[in-house]
């Protein structure tokens, strides 16, 4: 069965701590993606990746870096968490042949 | 600006009945549109892909309708069961592009 594992289900971390969030699929897909999930604002994409050490700014950017050193990882960095932050974070992956995204479980972040 | 619009109120549905949903969308140009399913604290899961060239596409209960010209996309489940009681997400892809961007969602109760 293929997998998008993300590394925690839930976080707490403090405002101003440094965050990773890791995602490894075993599909060798090109392409990885970040996403955040809030009540009332859907699925929004902060940062994408069409191939190793290559990646691409989303729609909300700000406040998040990341890390593809390995096909099969993309990171999440939260440089200074802060509660704005809080949120559910979802990680996809897609073979880019025009077929569905397949998504981990998600981390669940709270920020205090 | 560009949007994707689904219902945002939740469609309740005896069992047996057929569940419509509409996706709308303004200022794309989808190379394509998908359909996935979100339960509660889990990632979207993909159901069912529709290119700009085809008008419908079937997969089991499942239908999804395509018209370029209204810009809608329906998604239709038939002999709903309690089982399908989710949230349903329309996704597209713009013609020059790669990432998929998310409507609000739907949510879907289904009473036996």
């Known amino acids: 069965d293929v997998k998008v594992t993300q590394s925690s289900r839930y976080l707490v971390k403090r405002t101003g701590e440094k965050v990773f969030l890791e995602c490894v699929q075993d599909m060798d897909h090109e392409n990885m993606f970040w996403y955040r999930q809030d009540p009332g604002l859907g699925l929004r994409l902060i940062y994408f990746?069409?191939?190793?050490?290559?990646?691409e700014k989303g729609d909300i950017p700000e406040g998040y870096s990341v890390s593809r050193e390995k096909k099969e990882r993309f990171s999440l960095i939260l440089e200074s968490a802060s509660t704005n932050q809080t949120s559910m974070y979802l990680c996809?992956?897609?073979?880019?042949?025009?077929?569905?995204?397949?998504f981990g479980s998600g981390t669940r972040l709270t920020v205090v | 600006s560009q949007k994707i619009e689904q219902n945002s109120e939740a469609l309740n549905i005896q069992e047996g009945k057929t569940a419509t949903l509409t996706c709308n969308y303004t200022n794309y140009s989808p190379a394509y549109l998908q359909w996935y399913r979100q339960d509660p604290g889990r990632g979207p899961v993909f159901l069912l892909l529709?290119?700009?060239?085809?008008k419908e596409k079937r997969k089991e209960r499942l239908k999804v309708t395509f018209d370029t010209t209204l810009k809608q996309s329906l998604f239709h489940i038939t002999a709903s069961q309690p089982a399908d009681s989710a949230t349903y997400l329309c996704a597209l892809v713009p013609t020059a592009g790669n990432k998929l961007t998310f409507g609000g969602g739907t949510r879907v109760l289904v009473k036996p």
């Open positions: 990746s069409y191939d190793v050490k290559m990646k």
């Open positions: 529709i290119r700009e060239n085809e």
């Open positions: 996809a992956s897609s073979g880019g042949d025009g077929g569905g995204y397949t």
